[in-house]
């Protein structure tokens, strides 16, 4: 496997080089674990993100849409336990004022610490210390402070951005979508009358103040989220977790991920509200190995019982077949969509030798490639090549992303195409003023074949 820091490195060089992803607010010095997605970044996140939609919604009868907002109530995050004890245990370096998680230094020595009390971390810290074995990982000072909470709740308010952040003001970005579907789970059933088991699926922006947000786009303090909640019946959580667990694992080998690169990973440590829960890990070559993608989890009847207790409102369930009243159970799918990106550019990023040269390809799957297609003419200084590949690429892209490029030699906007993804390239060369045929050149095999001009939309259609 190529070096971590290596790959990191060169992933992070061609996504800015390539208009993929930029550090924000980057002439003002960045703004830490924010990024900004540029043309090609955002048409692939966007290709990612209908791919999930489309298998999520549009080919399920039992999942439907939603698009909720992102400030809501303060209650719900009180209801959901986010206020009191959405936190992680940070320690400070009191030299280079480096912020760590303690439960990841511990975890070095071999001590789980995950959701421990924040008296245990301490305690374990204390013994590190004494040893001499506790350092900065980033100066290797031993003048560390003990840990303390750090809140992952990023506060805001509503009303004058002068006013004090008070009870009655304060609003919280959420941390997660699946809030706001579960405030909507009653109108939902109540207008739309969906039988059990129903889903609710929705993609969203979400924020959380991490302590330590750094491995480009795959920590992030604001990032994007791709949730459905599954609700149903006690006695269906078996079963459809079974369906769910399959049908998302499939999703990943159907876009290109090889199965050998995803694993499972079974959490012994479940929330007190779950009864399963399961992560689909990818093996990143940029992080060095499997991290979490997407999480699937049997929630149990939790969420809808404390926002029923904390609204005063009722959320069960009628079944008018079995004339019984109950609050559903949740089966959620939740999957990160920045996640997916640099997990698909992690998967598709290829080096191999071409003549003596190193050529860069991201071999995405083509249904996820940002342009599909890119049309050239031979040379820029010949008008009737340019017309002829100007009027072909106006005619393409009313069916697929397509780009027209026309600067430097034909080699060089290979290259170029190569480093975005492009499946196809079409080339209007002197032949094709003659007989109306065109170069067509395969990405993956850089195979070159003469197709008629009419017949490049059925080829299309068939490739793409």
């Known amino acids: 496997m190529e070096k971590k820091d290596h790959m990191i490195d060169k992933l992070v060089s061609l996504a800015k080089r390539r208009g993929f992803v930029f550090p924000s607010s980057e002439i003002y010095g960045g703004f830490a674990a924010i990024y900004d997605y540029g043309h090609y970044g955002i048409l692939l996140k966007n290709n990612i993100q209908q791919a999930w939609w489309k298998h999520m919604v549009q080919l399920r009868d039992d999942v439907l849409g939603l698009d909720s907002a992102i400030f809501m109530h303060p209650k719900t995050w009180v ?74 709740m990023v506060k805001s308010n509503i009303g004058s951005p002068t006013d004090a952040l008070t009870e009655e003001n304060v609003v919280y970005l959420r941390p997660e979508t699946c809030g706001g579907i579960y405030l909507e789970y009653k109108n939902i059933v109540d207008s739309l009358h969906p039988k059990l088991p129903f889903g609710i699926a929705q993609v969203g922006k979400a924020f959380r103040n991490e302590i330590i947000a750094r491995q480009f786009i795959f920590r992030t303090r604001e990032f994007e989220q791709m949730e459905m909640q599954y609700f149903l019946h006690p006695s269906q959580m078996e079963e459809s977790y079974e369906m769910w667990h399959q049908a998302r ?36 070559r940029s992080l060095g190995g499997f991290k979490e993608v997407e999480g699937i989890h049997a929630r149990g009847d939790w969420d809808l019982s404390q926002h029923a207790k904390y609204s005063g409102v009722t959320l069960d369930y009628y079944d008018q077949e079995k004339n019984e009243r109950f609050i559903p159970h949740i089966m959620e799918t939740s999957v990160g969509l920045n996640r997916l990106v640099l997990m698909f550019l992690d998967n598709a990023y290829t080096e191999e030798e071409v003549d003596g040269e190193v050529r860069t390809v991201l071999k995405f799957d083509k249904r996820l490639a940002p342009i599909k297609i890119a049309v050239f003419p031979l040379l820029k200084n010949r008008p009737e090549l340019v017309e002829k590949a ?15 490029d026309d600067s430097g030699n034909i080699g060089k906007r290979y290259r170029r195409q190569d480093e975005i993804g492009t499946p196809y390239c079409i080339t209007v060369d002197f032949d094709s003023l003659e007989d109306d045929t065109v170069t067509v050149r395969d990405r993956d095999t850089m195979e070159q074949k003469r197709i008629k001009i009419d017949e490049l939309k059925t080829f299309f259609t068939e490739n793409l």
């Open 79 to 152: 209801a959901s336990g986010h206020v009191g004890g959405f936190d992680d245990p940070q320690v400070d370096c009191r030299k280079c004022k480096t912020r760590m998680r303690a439960d990841h230094l511990l975890e070095a020595f071999d001590i789980n610490a995950d959701k421990a009390p924040i008296e245990y971390i301490n305690q374990e810290l204390d013994k590190l210390k004494t040893e001499g074995k506790l350092k900065c990982v980033n100066c290797g000072s031993t003048d560390l402070t003990p840990a303390k909470q750090f809140s992952l």
């Open 249 to 284: 694992w499939n999703w990943y080998l159907k876009y290109g991920i090889p199965e050998d690169k995803l694993m499972w990973h079974k959490h012994d440590k479940l929330a007190h509200y779950a009864s399963q829960a399961y992560d689909i890990e990818f093996n990143f």
């Open 390 to 404: 100007r009027g072909l690429y106006e005619a393409l892209r009313e069916d697929w992303m397509t780009e027209f």
